[in-house]
């Protein structure tokens, strides 16, 4: 199984940036594709950014012009770079790997994906 480790999270404030990474290993081969996704408690754990062997990306609709994901040339980090920080943006954000179809449109739901990170915390304040 592919093991993924977060980091990058941190506390910022209102506005304010940051930028997580996310390191796979223990696969042979490559990933088809990576994904960030976020979560608070009381909540349901939503895809905010993905990424696919093509480098086609997709983004949730309230992070759309203020994320960017991205890969390293081996494909095996994955990047999630977060611009104008809201409060709603606070949570835990976990990177997931090894996609069931690959298909863009289930790039953001969270059965597509068969490996999970611990996650790494943001927390925006204002």
């Known amino acids: 199984q592919v093991q993924l480790v977060e980091s990058g999270g941190g506390s910022v404030q209102v506005g304010g940036s940051l930028r997580l990474s996310c390191a796979a290993s223990g696969y042979t081969g490559s990933l088809d594709c990576m994904g960030w996704f976020r979560q608070v408690p009381g909540k349901e754990r939503e895809g905010v950014a993905a990424?696919?062997?093509?480098?086609?990306?997709s983004y949730a609709d309230s992070v759309q012009g203020r994320f960017t994901i991205s890969q390293n040339n081996a494909k095996n980090t994955v990047y999630l770079r977060m611009n104008s920080l809201k409060p709603e943006d606070t949570g835990m954000y976990y990177c997931a790997a090894e996609c069931a179809t690959g298909l863009i449109y289930r790039l953001l739901m969270l059965d597509e994906y068969r490996s999970w990170g611990q996650g790494t915390q943001v927390t925006v304040s204002s």
């Open positions: 990424i696919d062997s093509d480098g086609s990306r």
